[in-house]
């Protein structure tokens, strides 16, 4: 998106209208960094308010909201009893449990007697049992940042296939809070990356043609530096000097029927057990390479530390999860606070959102729901606070994942899902509301809802939620008030 | 539609002012909730009004999977043809409805080549854009998107709503018919769409959510009070219009358009139809006919498929005339690409590039226009070289029929092909 420097005054550009809806947390892609708009208006902590008409109401007990939303921003949902022990732990202990839980595997989806070892698997299975997991995990943290980097290094089922995604979500899983050096490196050899983004297919073998930069431009652009960071010969240096890589070779072939009817059959790639992918020489580029400043035949390893080197991609990602855990309009202070903390710790996750989480601003009144659950979020934290059966959940969830806008593993593009504001339209509201008529509709007898508005809102509810409370003679009513309410669409 | 009063008061520097009062985020959200969206809103209806949108009205059918082309408009004197496809090119060319000395259109499309005769139809050759993906979804993107660099994010249609119309409270500006998600056209950050997979289906699940919906988003605080609020006042809007509606029978979806209930494009086009007689504000629609990737036994299925699209576009057409409306209404197909001009070895085609595009209604200037791309010199996967780009249908259709400054729209500007009147 490229606007022409001249332009008349009164004319609002893309990026000025585009500007005001990121202000709102839209959340688009670049179009974010470093114009001469944000850095005048973006404002600092301390001149930022919200004037008394306007704002969500003080909660009575302020220290046991902060943990309530401590546990709605880092988790998928939580029980009466969740919160009750997170109260006792306070704050900074609950901080520490989550970000220091270890993470829990999800069940094998390949089923032992699959001779395919899920070389098919299709979407709405994965999904099945990713959302399984985020209801049924212990290590609830790490979920949420598996879910995280789902949207950042994101890749697409139709594209990459089933089985490819299937590992991607288990490589995430596992450095969910680990280094982002050795992310970068993973995604990079990640074979649904590799598809997902044509690296698998590029060849820079003759130095007369350019590979293919798909991939090298999004590793700059979207996953480490951000727009604007880098040259376009350093996109062609990186497109030079990762071509190469591919997805794994398959290790045998099983004949499948395809169509049971007509009994089609073709033969699939199996493969054993997930790897990463390989490097092909004859598609390597012959030359040195200047990359980010770097003369020489530099290697992924090589090109994962230039990219390190650079302040940008701390700062980038800081960034990313201040919007996505404290504010949709983050601080320049408070980026530049996570940012040196992820960078004096050799870009350690941990480090990064335990400085986001512990920020001043998580705590202020003015990022008091001031980011909106997605789709998969509000879902999940509906179902748990009525109990809805896990296996009823996930069925209902699937069923809302195209009109709520949020089908996992198929994102919308590579910058993955616009956070915040980018969740509301009137058809994905709608979405999530008449997914609240039929969870409640599918569950009698329901809980009793006499402590829900504490126990999830705080008790923080505006004036037309009380009074609709205050009129409801149902159990039903009562739920619907609250979960089909604004209030529970933020976090 | 009927205009607020008062509203033409603000102008384009209003909307500056109001744009960067808002982008100041929370210092504007200090102003209390209701004053900065309103402000907003008006300002961005004035610049909206001073853009000169008129009241035409956009069809845009897609026909997924890509579509054939050279097997709905047939070139009928080209012996290449036979050549590349022994199994598949006689049968076409022998039964194809001559529209003049060269080209002809697929056999199952007779209500259309009736429109041909009329001189309601213009045909587009050859428009693809240029290093082609083959990928379905890929190339989705960028005919969805109108940029093959695949750097946009929002729909060409989409950006066409935030910048030129007034979809606030106009719910219906924008509407995808017969699907549950949002078309990529459509979509864009900044204006409303209505999606409605049917009549029945658009609406809440039950009563009593509608009015604690109704009761609850009201006045809602916080930084997202007034996108919530309006979202629900939308669908409550969108409700209200589809009542208006002349009820139709479950399971019988367009008697009058198809004889064939699983037509869904009709049913789609016969609901496009009921918004734009109801009077609903309904300027952009967009409806998809699916299942054109014909990798095997093409013959079969792409003939029931022409069918779906004669029997669909000649009811709406007619149904519209009939009424006298149909004289603002321009209908364009659009596919994500065409196939190969080779078939293969399961009498089929693979995917391809380049492909005519159909252009149908009262505005249109009828014709032939572009060129059709030379079939002895294909590119190194054996598939068309465009001679159109996209982005000169999408200009002429914004500049021309929907009077928006295209060159706003898709950033620069393209070939003129002036297929309309």
């Known amino acids: 998106m490229v606007e022409p420097e001249t332009k008349k005054r009164w004319q609002p550009s893309r990026r000025e209208v585009l500007f005001a809806s990121l202000i709102l947390g839209a959340g688009v892609g670049g179009a974010s960094l470093a114009t001469k708009a944000a850095s005048t208006h973006a404002g600092s902590l301390a001149e930022r308010k919200v004037g008394t008409a306007a704002a969500w109401p003080t909660p009575a007990d302020a220290e046991r909201a902060r943990i309530a939303q401590l546990l709605r921003r880092t988790t998928f949902g939580f029980t009466p009893a969740e919160l009750e022990s997170a109260s006792k ?36 299975e994965l999904q099945r049992w990713w959302l399984e997991h985020m209801l049924t995990s212990k290590a609830r943290f790490a979920e949420r940042m598996t879910y995280f980097w789902h949207g950042h290094f994101t890749s697409e089922v139709d594209k990459s296939g089933g089985l490819f995604m299937y590992w991607q979500n288990l490589t995430w899983r596992r450095m969910a809070l680990g280094k982002l050096g050795e992310m970068l490196a993973a995604v990079t050899v990640d074979p649904a990356m590799l598809m997902y983004l044509d690296l698998a297919e590029s060849d820079a073998s003759d130095p007369a043609h350019l590979p293919n930069e798909n991939y090298a431009r999004e590793l700059l652009e979207l996953f480490s530096m951000g727009p604007g960071r880098y040259t376009e010969a350093d996109v062609k240096a990186a497109a030079r000097a990762l071509a190469g890589w591919t997805t794994p070779p398959a290790d045998s072939q099983v004949e499948v029927v395809t169509d049971k009817d007509s009994g089609a059959k073709e033969m699939v790639d199996v493969w054993n057990r997930q790897g990463p992918g390989v490097f092909e020489t004859a598609r390597a580029f012959p030359n040195e390479v200047k990359f980010l400043g770097r003369s020489g035949r530099l290697d992924l390893k090589a090109l994962v530390g230039q990219v390190l080197a650079r302040p940008d991609t701390a700062q980038f990602i800081a960034r990313k999860v201040a919007v996505h855990f404290i504010s949709s309009n983050p601080a320049p202070e408070t980026i530049r606070e996570l940012a040196d903390a992820y960078r004096t710790s050799g870009h350690d996750t941990k480090a990064l959102l335990r400085a986001a989480l512990r920020s001043r601003e998580f705590s202020a009144p003015q990022s008091y729901r001031s980011l909106v659950k997605s789709p998969v979020e509000f879902m999940t934290s509906a179902s748990m606070a009525v109990g809805l059966p896990v296996k009823d959940a996930v069925d209902l969830m699937v069923g809302y994942g195209d009109a709520t806008g949020e089908v996992l593993f198929s994102p919308p593009n590579v910058a993955g899902w616009p956070p915040n504001r980018g969740w509301i339209s009137p058809a994905t509201v709608l979405a999530r509301l008449n997914f609240v008529g039929q969870l409640l509709s599918g569950i009698d007898p329901l809980p009793s809802a006499a402590d829900a508005a504490s126990v999830h809102l705080d008790g923080v509810l505006g004036d037309s939620t009380k009074r609709r409370l205050a009129a409801a003679t149902t159990e039903k009513e009562r739920w619907l008030a609250l979960l089909a309410s604004p209030e529970f669409q933020l976090k | 539609m009927t205009e607020p009063t008062g509203i033409n008061r603000l102008n384009r520097r209003d909307f500056v002012k109001a744009g960067l009062l808002f982008g100041t985020g929370a210092t504007a959200l200090a102003a209390g909730y209701a004053a900065v969206p309103d402000a907003f809103a008006r300002a961005v209806y004035a610049l909206k009004r001073a853009g000169g949108r008129n009241d035409s009205v956009l069809v845009m059918i897609q026909l997924a999977g890509g579509n054939d082309g050279l097997r709905t408009v047939i070139p009928m004197r080209n012996s290449v043809l036979h050549d590349l496809r022994p199994q598949l090119a006689a049968a076409s060319i022998a039964k194809a409805l001559p529209m003049n000395n060269d080209y002809g259109l697929n056999h199952n499309l007779p209500r259309i080549a009736k429109l041909w005769d009329r001189g309601k139809v213009a045909v587009v050759e050859g ?6 993906s083959l990928s379905h979804f890929e190339s989705i993107r960028v005919w969805e998107t109108g940029d093959p660099s695949r750097r946009q994010v929002n729909g060409w249609l989409g950006r066409t709503i935030s910048r030129a119309y007034d979809s606030y409270g106009h719910p219906l500006t924008g509407c995808g018919c017969g699907v549950s998600g949002t078309p990529g056209t459509l979509k864009d950050v900044n204006s409303t769409v209505a999606v409605i997979e049917s009549q029945q289906g658009f609406g809440f699940v039950d009563d009593e959510l509608a009015a604690t919906v109704g009761a609850v988003y009201h006045k809602t605080p916080g930084l997202y009070g007034a996108l919530f609020d309006t979202a629900v006042a939308t669908v409550h809007q969108t409700v209200a219009e589809l009542k208006r509606l002349p009820q139709v029978k479950e399971g019988d979806p367009a008697p009058s358009y198809s004889k064939d209930a699983g037509n869904q494009l009709a049913a789609a086009l016969k609901l496009g139809a009921q918004l734009i007689l109801a009077g609903t504000g309904v300027r952009l629609l967009h409806v998809t006919l699916d299942g054109f990737d014909t990798h095997q036994t093409e013959l079969a299925a792409h003939d029931s498929l022409m069918t779906y699209l004669d029997e669909a576009i000649g009811g709406f057409y007619d149904e519209l005339s009939k009424h006298g409306r149909s004289s603002n209404v321009l209908i364009a197909t659009w596919s994500e690409f065409g196939r190969r001009p080779e078939e293969n070895s399961s009498t089929g085609t693979d995917h391809g590039t380049a492909a005519p595009l159909i252009l149908i209604g009262d505005p249109v200037a009828k014709g032939v226009y572009g060129q059709t791309p030379d079939l002895k010199r294909l590119d190194e996967d054996g598939n068309l070289k465009y001679t159109v780009d996209f982005r000169s249908v999408y200009q002429e259709i914004l500049d021309t029929h929907l009077g928006v ?17």
């Open chain 1, 89 to 124: 732990d306070g704050f900074e202990r609950t901080v520490e449990l989550l970000i220091e839980s270890p993470i829990t595997e999800p069940a094998d989806l390949i089923r032992p007697d699959d001779p395919t070892r899920g070389a098919q698997l299709g979407a709405e």
């Open chain 2, 127 to 132: 428009v693809g854009y240029p290093q082609p």
């Open chain 2, 405 to 421: 400054d295209a060159k706003e729209i898709l950033g620069s500007r393209f070939d003129r092909i002036p297929f309309l009147l």
